[in-house]
């Protein structure tokens, strides 16, 4: 079990984490927020790479800085800005990061054929990654984080940069991936965790603000989330008065699906109010409506 105990970050006087408690058992992990948020500094100290202000980050009890080499024996790592070698075929990398980790020549070469088949990249394996897409080029990302088999493993925006076909591969080769281990992935793409994270870490103003299953996020704002149609000239004045979550034209109108609180308000209006289950994209639109939103898709 990794436990991350009262774990605060300064970077001289700027607070990036204050305070942040969580505790990991084996499961696939949704780090949310948006940019800036601190996900990555997370991940780094989580990575040892970077060091808590205060506060400390156990592993089956014992502090991470501690266990050192040992720690590093059963940790996985992709980085957000993932470095690779462009003129390297996937198998020449791989084989490379392995002698770099001191791992056995010929066992690391059953382990590497073993990854590149998993990440469906056997076919393309002596090709140089010069020419690969963003979604080639992060499986190759994630077969080097699991050349040691690591109990942990995190991966620190994934699947930024992918096409949706891409996505979908890549959400099912996580699913593939997080038995018997702890998978931690951090992401501004609600969707992208969805589907596959068991839980969701949300961190808003320097804390954890949610950590929960999805169903259990979404009760925060069950009772609130409607669609309804509205004339265009409504819009703006229906925009200052509601969260508006989404918008499309529909036959002239404006379906607008938003956030309403209050239990109160204007019967007749409400006529044409649907009450709709909220989502996960729901929660972080009501959760960030104040924070600049860099939401890609
Ligand atoms: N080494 C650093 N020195 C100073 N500020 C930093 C450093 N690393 C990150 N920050 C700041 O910490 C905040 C959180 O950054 P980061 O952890 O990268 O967020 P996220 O990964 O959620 O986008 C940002 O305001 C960023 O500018
Ligand atoms: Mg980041």
């Known amino acids: 079990m990794l436990v991350v105990n009262n774990v605060s970050k300064d970077f001289g006087d700027f607070c990036v984490l204050k305070n942040i408690n969580l505790e990991f058992v084996n499961g696939v992990y949704g780090l949310l927020g948006p940019n800036g948020a601190g996900k990555t500094t997370l991940i780094k100290m989580l990575t040892t790479l970077i060091f808590p202000t205060n506060g400390e980050i156990l592993y089956n009890g014992t502090d991470i800085v501690k266990l050192e080499e040992k720690y590093r024996d059963i940790l996985g790592y992709l980085p957000q800005e993932f470095g690779y070698y462009k003129s390297y075929s996937p198998r020449q990398y791989l084989l490379y ?7 056995d020549h010929s066992k690391a070469k059953d382990k590497v054929g073993e990854l590149l088949k998993l990440v469906g990249l056997e076919n393309v394996e002596n090709k140089k990654m010069r020419k690969f897409s963003g979604g080639m080029i992060q499986r190759v990302g994630i077969a080097q984080a699991m050349l040691n088999d690591p109990k942990i493993l995190i991966l620190d925006e994934p699947t930024a940069g992918l096409d949706p076909k891409e996505r979908v591969r890549f959400r099912n080769l996580l699913s593939e991936l997080s038995r018997d281990r702890i998978v931690i992935l951090s992401t501004h793409i609600v969707s992208d965790v969805e589907s596959i994270a068991n839980e969701i870490i949300m961190i808003k103003d320097k804390k954890v603000l949610y950590k929960d299953n999805i169903r259990s996020i979404c009760k925060i704002i069950q009772g609130y989330v409607y669609e309804t149609e509205i004339e265009f000239d409504h819009a703006q004045g ?18 607008v699906r938003f956030i309403c609180e209050e239990s109160i308000g204007n019967e007749s209006t409400r006529d044409n109010w649907r009450a709709v289950s909220a989502n996960l994209e729901d929660v972080f639109l009501y959760v960030y409506q104040d924070e600049p939103l860099v939401q890609e898709s």
């Open 97 to 103: 990061i392995s002698a770099l980790k001191g791992m």
């Open 238 to 255: 229906f925009r200052k008065q509601y969260l508006s979550l989404s918008e499309k034209q529909e036959n002239g109108k404006l379906v």
